[in-house]
């Protein structure tokens, strides 16, 4: 009985995972006053020093400055790829224990 329940529990909580990140807002690098509408428009437009911008390249991306460190995303990504991939191990090993 708990076999089969296994699967269902698998299930739902994927299906949990994946309602949570659908609210996670997205940010998009685009133009907001090509998009924007009425008084959003008008104050992007007073706030943006139109000397500085070069319109002929089109919209620009935000000056982020000399660069991001990425060091402590590498560490992360590795240690939680090396930590999924001691959980897929463990559970081959134990399903092989088990049938044998």
């Known amino acids: 009985m708990a076999a089969a329940r296994r699967p269902l529990l698998t299930a739902t909580a994927a299906g949990t995972l994946l ?8 940010a998009n690098a685009t133009d907001e006053s090509a998009g924007a509408s009425g008084a959003q428009s008008q104050q992007v437009t007073t706030t943006v020093d139109t000397t500085a911008v070069d319109t002929a390249s ?12 990425t060091t402590p995303y590498l560490i992360g990504g590795t240690a939680l790829l090396g ?18």
């Open 83 to 100: 930590i999924g991939a001691a959980f897929v191990s463990y559970s081959v090993r134990r399903t092989d224990a088990l049938s044998a």
């Open 19 to 26: 309602a949570a990140l659908w609210f996670v807002p997205s």
């Open 58 to 69: 089109g919209p620009r991306l935000a000056d982020t400055g000399a660069g991001v460190d």
